[in-house]
């Protein structure tokens, strides 16, 4: 007799070796766009997101499902301002921490507040619906990136300059994520999925020095209650891959910018199950069926059976088509059709992008920031580059241009090629990737854009 789905995603997040691969394709408010609703309204509503986790389930017929993709819920209530977008998950606009609030000053969290109780209200009529065979992930907002979320880029200079301060923070946002956690857990969530994207941006050191300690008392809490704890970083996270796999969750989730062998071997050795790396946009959003299975046959031959969960690397683009999803997710269910797939998806879709033209980067007065994102107003560590390129072009005045590639868009695509940036989020200075998938300080950017003005343009 064939086990459920839910067995399967179980199993496999437990570090088993299981009949076939886990399949979770992250529905977040791509669900709105398969009800034909606006992701704005989507994620402010119990009934719509319930609506399109059905439609989800109906037409990928996932293992896992998350109740929502948002890491914005927790800044919310502790008094972020969002930016809303009818596309996309909204941003954070405002920083609490870095408009002169300090900690005692934050609103107290509470999952009563807010989006907490829709979310909570969808999550227990989608159990109710698919909960026997589905299993139901509970997502909540890393320490570090919540931490990112009131402090803003300020947190990397406090890191040195008053780390104190920034261990306490940790502190309080891994117990807001405790509290975050047991709302689900409360309301029947199966898994729980720490995403904590931003750690891509630090030094192994400063995981361990910040981040470690914070995340091991919410993974044993997760524990404690009963439940499996995932650890999702997107971005390229190859270096932080070690010291997350010492923590103590139960299986480690990466995005195409990881190598998923490499991943592999390192989750294996530390007893870890893993997840990942579908592309999201060349292949899944930009690419054809074919695309899709043949991604998906990849990984799954990488994954090789044990402890793996095919996945995306993050939450699905709004506009993905669902057919290349469904194509993916039947690799991973049918053995026969993934033989079938491997005689007839033999060729790879190849795009030189010889239309995309580059500026002139070495004519005019002016110096030119590429910044190359999934999307900024979706992605988090996205945002964040580019308010990092916008306030540096503000210092310095009209001599500096920011453009945005927004690799979700054939454009994006072909800029990120055609300028071998290799890494999401990435900034180009007039033509060349220096700051890749890292963030910069403020002084270290202004540094190398007039480095580049003075190169260009004389003392």
Same mark, same amino acid.
């Given at each position: 007799?064939?086990i459920?789905?839910?067995?399967?995603l179980?199993?496999?997040?437990?570090?088993?070796?299981?009949?076939?691969?886990?399949w979770?394709?992250?529905?977040?408010?791509?669900?709105?766009?398969?009800?034909?609703?606006h992701?704005?309204?989507?994620?402010?509503?119990?009934?719509?997101?319930t609506?399109?986790?059905l439609?989800?389930?109906?037409?990928?017929r996932p293992d896992?499902?998350?109740?929502?993709?948002?890491?914005?819920?927790?800044?919310?209530?502790?008094g972020?301002?969002?930016?809303?977008?009818?596309?996309g998950?909204?941003?954070?606009?405002?920083?609490?921490?870095?408009?002169?609030?300090?900690?005692?000053?934050l609103?107290e969290?509470?999952?009563?507040?807010?989006r907490?109780?829709l979310t909570m209200?969808?999550?227990?009529?989608?159990?109710a619906?698919?909960?026997?065979?589905v299993a139901?992930y509970g997502?909540?907002?890393?320490p570090?990136?919540?931490?990112?979320?009131?402090?803003?880029n300020?947190?990397?200079?406090?890191?040195?300059?008053?780390?104190?301060?920034?261990?306490? =923070?940790?502190s309080?946002?891994?117990?807001?994520?405790?509290? $975050? &956690?047991d709302?689900? +857990? %409360?309301? *029947?969530?199966?898994v729980?999925?720490?995403?904590?994207?931003?750690?891509?941006?630090?030094?192994?050191?400063?995981?361990?020095q910040?981040v470690a300690?914070p995340?091991?008392?919410l993974?044993?809490?997760?524990?404690?209650?009963?439940?499996?704890?995932?650890?999702?970083c997107c971005g390229?996270?190859?270096?932080?891959?070690?010291?997350?796999a010492?923590?103590a969750?139960?299986s480690?989730?990466v995005?195409?910018n990881v190598?998923l062998?490499l991943l592999r071997?390192?989750?294996r050795?530390?007893?870890?199950?893993?997840g990942?790396?579908?592309?999201l946009?060349?292949? =899944?959003?930009l690419g054809?069926?074919?695309?899709?299975?043949r $991604? &998906?046959l990849?990984? +799954? %031959?990488? *994954?090789?059976?044990?402890g793996?969960?095919?996945?995306?690397?993050?939450d699905?683009?709004?506009?993905?088509?669902?057919e290349?999803v469904?194509?993916?997710?039947?690799?991973?269910r049918?053995?026969?059709?993934r033989?079938v797939?491997?005689?007839?998806?033999t060729?790879?879709?190849?795009?030189?992008?010889?239309?995309?033209?580059l500026?002139d980067?070495?004519?005019?007065?002016?110096?030119?920031?590429d910044?190359i994102t999934?999307?900024?107003?979706t992605c988090?560590?996205c945002?964040?580059?580019?308010?990092?390129a916008?306030?540096?072009?503000?210092e310095?005045g009209?001599s500096?241009?920011?453009?945005?590639?927004k690799i979700?868009r054939?454009?994006?695509?072909?800029?990120?090629c055609r300028l071998d940036a290799?890494?999401?989020?990435t900034?180009c200075i007039?033509?060349?990737?220096t700051?890749?998938?890292i963030?910069?300080?403020?002084l270290?950017?202004v540094t190398?854009?007039?480095?580049?003005l003075e190169?260009?343009l004389?003392?």
């Open positions: 007799m064939e459920c789905g839910k067995e399967v179980l199993q496999a997040i437990h570090n088993h070796r299981t009949t076939r691969p886990a979770v394709p992250f529905v977040g408010c791509h669900g709105g766009a398969l009800i034909g609703v992701a704005d309204d989507y994620l402010r509503s119990a009934e719509l997101i609506q399109g986790l439609a989800a389930d109906e037409l990928y896992g499902l998350p109740v929502t993709f948002d890491l914005q819920m927790e800044a919310e209530v502790l972020c301002e969002l930016r809303w977008a009818p596309d998950p909204p941003s954070v606009c405002s920083h609490p921490l870095a408009e002169g609030a300090e900690l005692p000053d609103p969290f509470s999952t009563a507040e807010a907490f109780p209200e969808a999550l227990r009529a989608t159990k619906e698919i909960g026997e065979r139901i997502l909540i907002c890393g570090f990136t919540l931490g990112l979320h009131l402090l803003g300020n947190i990397f200079l406090e890191m040195f300059d008053t780390p104190a301060r920034v261990q306490e =923070l940790m309080f946002c891994a117990e807001v994520g405790r509290q $975050a &956690a709302a689900y +857990i %409360d309301n *029947g969530a199966d729980i999925a720490v995403v904590d994207p931003m750690v891509s941006q630090i030094s192994p050191e400063h995981f361990q910040f300690e995340s091991n008392a993974f044993d809490h997760i524990h404690e209650r009963g439940r499996p704890a995932s650890l999702f390229d996270a190859t270096r932080n891959l070690e010291v997350r010492r923590t969750c139960d480690i989730s995005d195409e190598d062998a071997d390192i989750a050795a530390h007893g870890k199950s893993f990942g790396n579908l592309q946009t060349v292949v =899944l959003l054809s069926e074919d695309d899709a299975k $991604a &998906a990849e990984c +799954i %031959d990488i *994954g090789d059976g044990e793996y969960i095919l996945a995306p690397g993050c699905l683009p709004f506009d993905t088509p669902p290349n469904a194509a993916a997710g039947l690799m991973a049918d053995e026969y059709e033989e797939a491997r005689r007839l998806v060729t790879r879709r190849e795009d030189a992008f010889e239309d995309i033209e500026p980067y070495e004519g005019g007065d002016t110096v030119i920031l910044v999934l999307d900024s107003s988090a560590p945002q964040y580059m580019v308010d990092a916008r306030r540096a072009a503000e310095l009209r500096v241009e920011v453009r945005e590639h979700t054939r454009e994006g695509l072909g800029m990120l290799g890494h999401v989020p900034i007039d033509g060349v990737p700051f890749v998938s963030i910069p300080d403020q270290r950017l190398a854009i007039r480095r580049r190169e260009k004389g003392p």
